[in-house]
């Protein structure tokens, strides 16, 4: 027995069996739609860890001649020196599509165009470690760039593969098995009816055959006494 | 439409980008990183880099924008090194899309 109640018709199981053939058809749609994000998503994952590793290493170089630079200078010339940024950095995002996930795309654009001016200070008051220090975090930065991008499409993913999963597992364990059961449900349901009627007609029939036989009888015996 | 790139951490650990011309928001508590990243969340920030030591008192935050497209916000190891939150997400944002731990 289902257990929603079903009507028991034609029009039900007509029903029912289109909706079937609709929930199969997306069932196998999803399950390609969640095998390709994952192939996309182990991808960009591996993507991810490699260029990870390598930002937080380069970081931590970054971080080690900073630390230099202000060893070498106070820290109010430091704090100074890198208060008003020459450099400005503006990001444009535009989107991309991955099995209809939006994932970000950045780009950026340096007010400077040219690399070797965008240190922010004079030179006379700095040390020279400070300028390898900020040079290297520019480079650095690049990859950083790259890093949120693909950490943020790897995030989103995760999170479409996730809402596709659980909807292929609903439609395979939960929804397809629910209507073949109504299904099968209604097809024995008027099986049977039409069996019942099959047996009903044939009980009338049997009723009609012996009065019919009974009726011969009769006019055969009254033929019988009259003459 | 252009948007900014903001950096979130302790003075030390952001200064440099400054130079790089991204905003930097020097913060000394967690609390204060909290409303610094809500209150960016809400103006034209498409990424925000937090340090991990500041990250790891507010995984709620992280979870709270984690599915939104923007802003990103990406883990950073501070001046103290990397505490390996960052990598660990990712182990996590695995988990939550095979349902194990693959890899």
């Given at each position: 027995m289902p257990n929603v109640a079903v009507n028991p018709t034609r029009m039900e199981l007509t029903r029912l069996k289109g909706k079937l053939r609709t929930a199969q058809r997306g069932h196998k749609l999803l399950k390609d739609k969640r095998d390709e994000l994952m192939k996309q998503f182990l991808e960009t994952v591996r993507e991810v860890r490699s260029l990870r590793a390598e930002v937080e290493e380069d970081l931590m170089k970054v971080h080690g001649s900073f630390t230099v630079a202000s060893a070498l200078m106070s820290a109010q010339a430091l704090e100074q020196a890198l208060m008003y940024p020459k450099q400005s950095v503006e990001l444009t995002m535009t989107f991309q599509n991955v099995m209809s996930v939006n994932v970000p795309v950045y780009d950026f654009q340096t007010r400077?165009?040219?690399?070797?001016?965008?240190?922010?200070?004079?030179?006379?008051?700095?040390?020279?470690e400070l300028d390898a220090a900020v040079e290297a975090l520019g480079h650095v930065f690049r990859k950083m760039l790259k890093l949120a991008q693909i950490e943020k499409s790897a995030q989103l993913m995760a999170e479409e593969i996730e809402k596709t999963r659980r909807r292929v597992n609903a439609l395979e364990y939960v929804k397809i098995p629910e209507m073949q059961e109504s299904i099968k449900y209604i097809t024995m349901k008027l099986e049977e009816n039409e069996r019942a009627n099959t047996i009903r007609l044939m009980k009338v029939k049997d009723m009609v055959l012996k009065d019919a036989v009974e009726e011969r009888r009769r006019k055969n015996e009254e033929m019988l006494a009259n003459s | 439409m252009t948007y900014s790139i903001a950096v979130v951490g302790d003075w030390d650990s952001v200064m440099g980008f400054r130079a790089l011309g991204l905003e930097t928001h020097p913060v000394r508590t967690p609390d204060q990183a909290r409303e610094e990243i809500k209150r960016l969340a809400k103006t034209d920030c498409a990424v925000i880099y937090l340090t991990e030591t500041l990250a790891k008192a507010m995984p709620d935050v992280l979870d709270r924008y984690k599915?939104?497209?923007?802003?990103a916000i990406i883990l950073i190891p501070g001046r103290e090194g990397s505490l390996g939150i960052g990598r660990d997400n990712i182990q996590r944002a695995i988990e939550r899309a095979v349902g194990a731990d693959i890899l």
């Open positions: 400077t165009k040219s690399e070797s001016d965008i240190y922010p200070y004079g030179f006379a008051g700095t040390s020279g | 599915d939104e497209l923007r802003p």
